[in-house]
């Protein structure tokens, strides 16, 4: 059973910065491209980064480029999304996610397991 843990999460004053983090009980997530999502209130779920098996590749959404960087740790199973320069518009349920394949996906169709999700609040 794929188990993914979220934390991290917090309430922040514009500018600032979180780390959330991941922690994965899956025996294939060093082969697996790992996702970050977000969910709003009143707004579908979004894509927000992704990172290779190998974390040699990665991708964002434009809103996220230059203030969060996604990274991960085979040898400890885990997944980090270190974001600074917070907006009130990045308020939402963080999610991480373990992708059905390699590449980096983007689309939530293409990740299998989902974790619980972690708030982050962004005051202005």
């Known amino acids: 059973q794929v188990q993914l843990a979220e934390s991290g999460g917090g309430l922040v004053q514009a500018g600032g910065s979180l780390r959330l983090s991941c922690a994965a009980s899956?025996?294939?997530?060093?082969?697996?491209?790992m996702g970050w999502f977000r969910q709003a209130p009143g707004k579908e779920r979004e894509f927000v980064a992704v990172?290779?098996?190998?974390?040699?590749?990665?991708s964002y959404t434009n809103s996220v480029k230059g203030r969060f960087t996604i990274s991960r740790d085979n040898a400890k199973n885990t997944l980090y999304l270190q974001m600074n320069s917070l907006k009130p518009e990045d308020t939402a349920v963080y999610y991480c996610?373990?992708?059905?394949?390699?590449?980096?996906?983007?689309?939530?169709?293409?990740?299998?397991?989902w974790g619980q999700g972690t708030q982050v609040t962004v005051s202005s």
């Open positions: 990172i290779s098996w190998s974390g040699g590749r990665t």
């Open positions: 996610a373990a992708s059905l394949g390699g590449g980096v996906p983007t689309m939530s169709a293409h990740f299998g397991s």
């Open positions: 899956i025996r294939t997530f060093s082969s697996s491209a």
